[in-house]
């Protein structure tokens, strides 16, 4: 009975043995550690990495994470929900981030960031039910000469209104479709 | 590396300079714009026209009127073309005889240049950031070999005292004295750290120099570990700067391989190395105890202070703290020597200061003037004032942590204590212009909606007095609320003031409060037993 809550624990935290064998992107991961040594103090580099591999961080990967730093795994899911660049939910094949810094707020990104939310029927920081589109907002991206700026897939794009926001995402949909 | 290595590098790299130069700004605001589609078609259009023997295409830092972009400056002819499209390149070409070119040029006799005065930025937009050798080329780690070989520890200190620098991340606390304190604490291990977490919305300038001329503030770092003996140092700059983070490592890299970090340096007993933490988009990191705790791989929450980082920081030594810009400021006064950097600015406010300019303003970019100027000769002058024909009725300096700074007090001069005075403050360089469309209350709201999303929660007042501020005005905006709720309002921004732990909570009334010093009216209209409330809707 208690070597059984013991397994179905150990199964339901860390990733299973064959998935660390059979996903690579652990052997990476587990590659950038070790050029950390493994230091306690370089959890957000690894956590970095992480997310840089897999897109977001789950359960099982911040298990993983917490055992090969030998830190209690509260510590890493603390600072996984602290930070607002990680994200524990999976994102969307394109993302676009509209910047809300000052500069850009003056200068409408309100408007931009109101007609994508009803042009995809989803909130800021949500993904479209077809996971095709997420849609973000950031602090300041530090382009604020540009303003209002927008970010297609990385791609910063400079002087946005609602309207080019709305075309660029429509393409997206309909490229994915 | 000793300095006849340095001086053969320098000649080598002038010698090999090419008659003509086309330099491609590659910052963040112009690659938006598709700069480096026009560096490629330059390329090919000097290829095209037989011409490489004689015309470099170098892609370079920020050349400042990020409005332009993308610009393209060309030397010896001393034109910068805005607006350029990959169409234009043969064009571009062509006009090196001497033709004109159907391209748009900028103005280098506006205010918007005639007025700065670089000094941080002197080789932005100029050197190639991922060039050693044209930093190098342009008096560059001279600077680190003179402290090295030619000052003590002490003397360097000594110097940067006398020069009056104060620390450009907004408080303005004297760098030399900061350095001192570092110094004389007896510890085996000592750290630098080079504060980038420019979180400030409406702020770019440290990124600009980060991408523009990552070596400067690279030299400033061993200079400074040099004075206060430490051997370690760390960057932390914010993940949203990928091309910050991705020049900084090459900039490191080549700095490790001409052995100007490491072990020796310039054939010296001084090792020092630099490590790049990235943050993960927390602004309350810019707090330098909370920065502390983010570099150790903890959550990013401020402690009481004292101790100061000075006596008790990274990993519980003494660790030194200093901007992006204070860093960018050592070399040149090392060079220059700290009368000439005195000369420049006001009694208390010495040297320059850089400012990211945008918002509702016809030129938006990044400037730097003499501390002193007028808020009217950067905004009007330099700016050229609100687009369209409106009016400017505000400028907001410092971010969430400042204030708005209203048209009437536009003659203020630019310096810690004057900006103090109104209730804002210098700030790391954030300038956003408000026309007379931008309302007050929303303003204010904006930015009390930041710092409640931003607070770490630590600390009550902090925590919960954001939320209920941020409520007040939500319902000030609506025009549900009444002179109680303001009166509320204002009793709270003093206990959120005086009684939070870190400067974020300390400061994040501060928009607040100075729109309701400057813009009470705007308040007052909107709340629900106004008279000319109740006058507006009889």
Not at chain 2, 26 to 35: F, H, I, W
Not at chain 2, 39 to 62: F, H, I, S, T, Y
Not at chain 2, 104 to 126: R, T, W
Request: glycine content about 10%; some cysteine; charged content about 25%.
């Amino acid at each position: 009975m208690i070597s059984a809550i013991g397994k179905s624990k150990q199964r339901s935290l860390g990733p299973s043995p064959e998935k660390l064998s059979s996903d690579k992107r652990f052997k990476i991961l587990e590659t950038h550690m070790k050029r950390l040594q493994f230091r306690q103090d370089a959890l957000i580099e690894v956590l970095h990495k992480a997310q840089e591999l897999f897109g977001y961080l789950d359960d099982e990967l911040l298990y993983y994470v917490a055992k090969s730093l030998k830190l209690p795994p509260g510590r890493v899911y603390g600072v996984a929900t602290f930070y607002h660049f990680f994200t524990l939910r999976p994102k969307g094949v394109h993302i676009c981030v509209v910047c809300m810094g000052t500069a850009c707020y003056v200068k409408g990104a309100d408007k931009i960031l109101g007609a994508l939310e009803e042009s995809l029927g989803i909130k800021a920081g949500e993904t479209t039910p077809d996971g095709q589109v997420s849609l973000l907002t950031a602090r300041c991206i530090g382009a604020c000469g540009i303003a209002p700026a927008v970010v297609y897939d990385g791609a910063v794009a400079a002087r946005q209104t609602p309207v080019d926001a709305i075309k660029r995402v429509k393409g997206w949909m309909q490229h994915g479709a | 590396m000793v300095l006849e290595d340095l001086v053969k590098i320098k000649e080598r790299y002038l010698a090999q300079r090419k008659k003509f130069t086309f330099r491609v700004c590659l910052a963040a605001g112009c690659v938006s714009a598709n700069s480096e589609a026009v560096k490629e078609a330059l390329e090919k259009a000097v290829a095209e026209a037989g011409l490489q023997n004689d015309v470099e295409v170098r892609g370079v830092g920020c050349l400042k009127l990020c409005c332009g972009g993308p610009l393209v400056a060309v030397d010896p002819l001393n034109v910068i073309y805005q607006k350029v499209t990959p169409a234009d390149a043969p064009a571009l070409v062509a006009a090196l005889n001497g033709a004109e070119p159907p391209v748009a040029k900028v103005d280098l006799a506006h205010p918007y240049f005639a007025k700065q005065l670089n000094v941080v930025l002197e080789n932005s937009g100029i050197v190639d950031p991922d060039d050693i050798e044209s930093y190098i080329a342009h008096e560059g780690y001279r600077a680190l070999r003179d402290a090295l070989r030619e000052l003590s520890p002490a003397d360097v200190i000594a110097i940067v005292t006398k020069s009056g620098l104060r620390g450009r991340g907004g408080a303005g606390y004297p760098t030399g004295l900061k350095w001192a304190t570092v110094a004389k604490t007896k510890s085996a291990r000592k750290f630098v750290i080079c504060n980038a977490d420019e979180g400030d919305p409406g702020a770019f300038m440290d990124r600009s120099v980060l991408e523009s001329d990552p070596h400067r503030v690279i030299e400033g770092m061993i200079i400074a570990a040099y004075a206060v003996g430490a051997e370690q140092g760390y960057i932390y700059v914010r993940a949203e700067y990928p091309l910050a983070i991705k020049r900084l490592q090459n900039a490191i890299r080549q700095a490790r391989q001409l052995g100007l970090l490491g072990s020796g340096i310039f054939e010296s007993p001084f090792s020092f190395n630099i490590e790049i933490r990235i943050g993960a988009g927390a602004f309350v990191c810019g707090e330098e105890t909370a920065l502390i705790a983010s570099i150790a791989g903890r959550r990013g929450r401020p402690r009481p202070r004292p101790p100061y980082p000075a006596e008790y920081g990274l990993f519980g030594h003494p660790t030194l703290i200093n901007n992006v810009e204070t860093f960018a400021n050592i070399p040149p006064i090392i060079r220059n020597g700290p009368e000439w950097f005195a000369r420049i600015g006001t009694e208390k406010s010495k040297g320059t200061k850089v400012f990211a300019l945008a918002g509702q303003v016809k030129h938006t970019g990044l400037i730097e003037v003499p501390m002193g100027i007028t808020l009217r000769e950067i905004v009007e002058e330099m700016g050229g004032g609100a687009p369209d024909g409106k009016r400017v009725k505000a400028v907001q300096t410092g971010g969430p942590s400042g204030g708005c700074v209203p048209a009437s007090e536009l003659d203020t001069p630019v310096d810690y204590e004057s900006l103090t005075r109104l209730g804002s403050i210098m700030g790391s360089g954030g300038m956003i212009v408000m026309d007379e469309t931008t309302r007050m209350v929303d303003v204010a709201r904006f930015f009390v909606e930041f710092c409640m999303d931003e607070s770490c929660g630590k600390c009550a007042p902090c925590r919960a007095g954001t939320v209920q501020m941020y409520n007040l005005l939500t319902k000030i905006r609506d025009g549900r609320a009444t002179l109680q709720d303001l009166q509320t309002l204002e009793e709270l921004c003093e206990v959120v003031k005086n009684t939070s732990l870190c400067g974020l909570g300390q400061t994040a009334p501060n928009p607040v409060l100075s729109t309701l010093r400057f813009f009470r009216d705007e308040y007052l209209a909107l709340l629900k037993d106004h008279p000319a409330q109740q006058h507006q809707s009889a």
